[in-house]
């Protein structure tokens, strides 16, 4: 079953705008993680944030975590063409699997 | 390092015939995992591996399906008979200490 939500389930903006992506689940967790799914490729992990972080940083991209609300936002600052890809979060199952939401197409128009 | 590496990249068979998927973990991770991923209903785990142990297979569609780990550096998934419904792209990814997951480039199956 799904534990992560995403959506918008898809986004269109323009080059140079942000891309705000959200996540909601359902059962605790010990850490969360955003995966990024170019067409035809296989997924590339982008950033891990743990239970008992509010915030991370990766270059332009932008993680929040809130476990009261069980929800996780991404952020890409200054989108390019090169972000256009679908975004999933997923969760750590209690043996180590991880399970993923149906994913965030982003669209980033040049 | 060359990452998840597998084969072959596409496969087109015909219904009722064996096919077999194969996978080659980062070396040194110790968790290997399978998925599927079709539109309708997105990535699905199939079973997964620790130490070369399945863990848990409840997620293999049904008994045409299998998967094996005969060491820590190969693992394959097999579905005999294969059928239309089959059709998807079939992920490996590995893992160590179930930090950041590894994928592949896929296995993308048609089955006609």
């Known amino acids: 079953s799904q534990q992560g939500e995403e959506d918008p389930q898809a986004l269109s903006i323009q080059e140079g705008e942000n891309a705000t992506m959200n996540c909601s689940y359902k059962?605790?967790?010990?850490?969360l993680q955003w995966y990024r799914q170019n067409s035809g490729r296989g997924l590339v992990h982008l950033i891990l944030?743990?239970?008992?972080?509010r915030e991370k940083h990766s270059g332009r991209l932008r993680v929040t975590l809130d476990t009261s609300k069980k929800s996780s936002s991404l952020l890409i600052t200054a989108s390019r063409a090169a972000d256009t890809a679908s975004y999933f979060c997923a969760t750590v199952g209690s043996q180590g699997n991880l399970i993923f939401g149906k994913g965030t197409k982003l669209s980033v128009k040049p | 390092d060359a990452g998840v590496i597998q084969s072959p990249r596409h496969e087109v068979t015909e219904m009722g015939q064996e096919v077999t998927l194969r996978c080659k973990p980062i070396?040194?991770?110790?968790?290997l995992f399978w998925y599927r991923q079709t539109m309708m209903r997105g990535l699905e785990l199939l079973i997964y591996?620790?130490?070369?142990?399945?863990?848990?297979d409840s997620g293999m569609p049904e008994d045409r399906f299998s998967a094996k780990m005969p060491n820590a550096s190969f693992s394959t998934l097999k579905i005999q008979p294969s059928e239309p419904r089959d059709s998807a792209v079939y992920f490996c990814a590995s893992s160590f200490t179930g930090n950041g997951y590894t994928f592949g480039s896929g296995t993308r199956l048609t089955v006609v």
């Open positions: 059962t605790s967790i010990n850490n």
């Open positions: 591996f620790n130490n070369n142990v399945p863990i848990d």
């Open positions: 070396s040194g991770h110790n968790s």
């Open positions: 944030i743990r239970s008992n972080e």
